[in-house]
């Protein structure tokens, strides 16, 4: 393989992985890792949590320090746009007119954050927020406090982002549809914790609130205007994240702002796959073992719709676990190791004093029994979504070192009575060593 070249392109978490699996397993041709961004890679989710709060440093959120990649052989191309990609030749080509050839290519490319799409969104003062620099330009602009701040969405971002500016003593609002914030992620329940959460803590959370467009003067915003029936929808994604039609015709109430961030969800990066003729449907197509419909390409992370064997169907996640753990799984499969990767979605968020862990299949949940253990009130409890007797989600809330104990009752399938699990003094591991195996668990 010495002289093979490896090539992956998108320089975030799951391409680091990625490369540095190669050359744990041995991999001693060449490896590059081409970023579109002038960085190395970096972890995502502190830049709406404490990077973003000011708790942690910008080292902090390195993968891996510079001289590591030189010292592991492994070539890093930052700033290094890919603009096309010829799949008989094998090519890369690069904005600058550049080109790479590759043996074998993991596209790692990521998603985009969703920007607002009525008028208002290019205003100066209005954020998005997906990148370090984004990140660190909106810390920025909330670190002297006394801001009147608006996020639209109230989904993962935009909660975290409004606990983030409120800790900086900013006046807070956050405008989303829906009952409650997170409803489609942890059903109305779990979603109703959080509200009490961000309105104990002095967030204006507005919900079944659509937005029309962003207001400005001299190119600045100045604020957000409502749609004014509230809680009319537009359909599709945008709906669920915050985002109303504003074609209502009449005018409605003006939120003032002078700082907007959107947190209406993000998009797969796939133009470079769909203009080469890789099979894309919400996300680059893959097999459970990351194989796109073209011999010696893979896609992997937040850009790839990959074939999960537990649910027999195709599964684009977004969270930072998938891209630390497939990674990994993908540079095996470009090694011609036997994979198949049906990791449990795995999800943290961090919102002023709560701290989250959610592990389990969201479209299995949404249907499925909550069962509580624990104190609600007081924030620290678990809560367990079952169906048909088995465990398909589970979250811990202020509650520590039981996540993978959850996931072994997620993962063994096993038959659990509800009362069983509400049952506090009961440890998780005695319930899974003494738990009956259902007929045919595990298969």
Do not use: C
């Amino acid at each position: 393989m010495k002289s093979e070249t490896y090539v992956i392109v998108g320089a975030g978490l799951a391409g680091a992985r990625a490369a540095e699996a190669l050359r744990a397993e041995g991999f001693d041709g060449r490896v590059v890792l081409v970023g579109e961004e002038a960085e190395y890679p970096y972890i995502r989710p502190p830049l709406s949590k404490d990077y973003l709060a000011g708790t942690s440093a910008r080292h902090s959120i390195d993968v891996h320090q510079a001289e590591w990649y030189a010292g592991q052989d492994i070539e890093v191309l930052p700033g290094r746009a890919v603009t096309a990609l010829t799949l008989d030749a094998r090519r890369l080509t690069f904005a600058d007119g550049g080109t790479l050839r590759y043996d074998r290519l993991l596209l790692s490319t990521g998603a985009a954050a969703r920007p607002f799409p009525g008028d208002g969104g290019d205003l100066a003062g209005v954020h998005l927020l997906r990148t370090v620099g984004d990140s660190t330009r909106l810390k920025e602009t909330l670190k002297p406090g006394r801001r009147r701040v608006v996020v639209v969405g109230a989904g993962w971002i935009g909660l975290e982002v409004a606990a983030a500016a409120r800790g900086y003593g900013n006046d807070v609002t956050v405008l989303g549809q829906g009952g409650v914030p997170l409803e489609r992620a942890v059903g109305a329940e779990i979603g109703a914790i959080f509200a009490q959460l961000h309105r104990d803590n002095g967030v204006d959370l507005r919900m079944e609130t659509g937005v029309a467009e962003i207001l400005g003067a001299d190119g600045r915003v100045t604020g957000v205007r409502l749609e004014a029936a509230a809680g009319q929808a537009t359909a599709g994604e945008e709906a669920a994240e915050g985002v109303g039609s504003g074609t209502d015709g009449e005018r409605g109430e003006v939120v003032p702002a002078d700082v907007v961030v959107i947190g209406i969800g993000a998009t797969p990066n796939t133009r470079l796959a769909l203009d080469a003729g890789l099979e894309v449907a919400d996300g680059i197509v893959v097999d459970a073992a990351f194989r796109t419909n073209e011999p010696g390409v893979y896609a992997v992370g937040d850009v790839a719709s990959v074939f999960h064997p537990v649910l027999g169907h195709h599964l684009r996640v977004e969270h930072w676990a998938n891209a630390e753990n497939a990674g990994r799984a993908a540079a095996l499969s470009m090694l011609d190791r036997a994979v198949s990767y049906e990791e449990i979605p795995y999800f943290y968020t961090d919102q002023f004093d709560l701290g989250m862990e959610y592990s389990g299949y969201g479209e299995l949940a949404r249907d499925a029994e909550l069962v509580f253990r624990g104190d609600r009130s007081a924030r620290e409890f678990l809560a367990f979504w079952v169906a048909d007797g088995r465990v398909v989600a589970g979250m811990n809330v202020n509650v520590w070192g039981v996540n993978d104990s959850v996931q072994t009752l997620i993962r063994s399938r096993m038959r659990v009575d509800p009362s069983v699990l509400r049952d506090g003094t009961r440890s998780l591991e005695s319930i899974i060593g003494q738990a009956v195996e259902a007929p045919g668990a595990g298969s």
